[in-house]
């Protein structure tokens, strides 16, 4: 059974940092691709990293030079390490697998982690 637990949000001022972590169970980093998503108030939910099964980093839209996403096989957890922080990275932050995995034919989700940042 597939759980995704992220933790690691907080609420940090303009150019801080964050750690998140996502600990998670059925998933082999082995044969998936996994990714942090985010979804600010309003707004749709979109992939913001990235890392392929063969260990490959992707970056998208405003997050590039800022955010590093990893994995540890051996912790099946995911990280994301948020530098430079800005207002704009405001947002609940989700792992999953790309695409997003889907249970009994519906979405997955965990309970994901509350990133603020104030300017």
């Known amino acids: 059974q597939v759980q995704l637990v992220e933790s690691g949000g907080g609420s940090v001022q303009a150019g801080g940092s964050l750690r998140l972590s996502c600990a998670t169970s059925g998933i082999n980093f082995r044969f998936n691709d996994v990714g942090w998503y985010r979804q600010a108030p309003g707004k749709q939910r979109e992939l913001v990293a990235s890392i392929t099964s063969a260990g490959s980093t992707n970056y998208f839209g405003s997050v590039k030079g800022r955010l590093t996403i990893s994995r540890d096989a051996a912790k099946n957890t995911v990280y994301l390490q948020m530098n430079s922080l800005k207002a704009e990275d405001t947002a609940v932050y989700y792992c999953?697998?790309?695409?997003?995995?889907?249970?009994?034919?519906?979405?997955?989700w965990g309970q994901g982690t509350q990133v603020t940042v104030s300017s």
């Open positions: 999953n697998t790309v695409p997003g995995r889907t249970v009994n034919g519906r979405p997955y």
